[in-house]
């Protein structure tokens, strides 16, 4: 069974940083792209970041492109998403997921299978 366990999210001020991590187990890790999402109150999930099996490709959405930086350690099955410059309206409860195929990449959330239980990031003004 595959497990998705995400971590670090909080409470900051606007302009602070935090680094989530996300950590599966249940699949080989490094066969499968990964991404993070977000949802906020009210709003449906969006894309955030994402990156291939490798690493060695990585998509942003444009609100967080310059700002948020995903990277992926195989050897920990860990993805992370470092997130600098933080604004208010990043506000919202992060999810991390992993492709339904391996070897695949995608910021479209139909293309991912499983789902971690989200961590919440607060940025206050």
């Known amino acids: 069974q595959v497990q998705l366990v995400e971590s670090g999210g909080g409470l900051v001020q606007t302009g602070d940083s935090l680094r989530l991590s996300c950590v599966a187990s249940?699949?080989?890790?490094?066969?499968?792209?990964m991404g993070w999402f977000r949802q906020a109150p009210g709003r449906e999930r969006e894309f955030v970041a994402a990156i291939t099996s490798s690493g060695g490709r990585v998509y942003y959405a444009d609100s967080v492109e310059g700002r948020f930086t995903i990277s992926r350690d195989n050897a920990k099955n860990t993805v992370y998403l470092q997130m600098n410059s933080l604004k208010p309206e990043d506000t919202a409860v992060y999810y991390c997921a992993t492709t339904k195929f391996a070897y695949a990449s995608s910021t479209s959330i139909g293309n991912y299978d499983y789902w971690g239980q989200g961590t919440q990031v607060t940025v206050s003004s």
């Open positions: 249940g699949r080989t890790f490094s066969m499968y792209g």
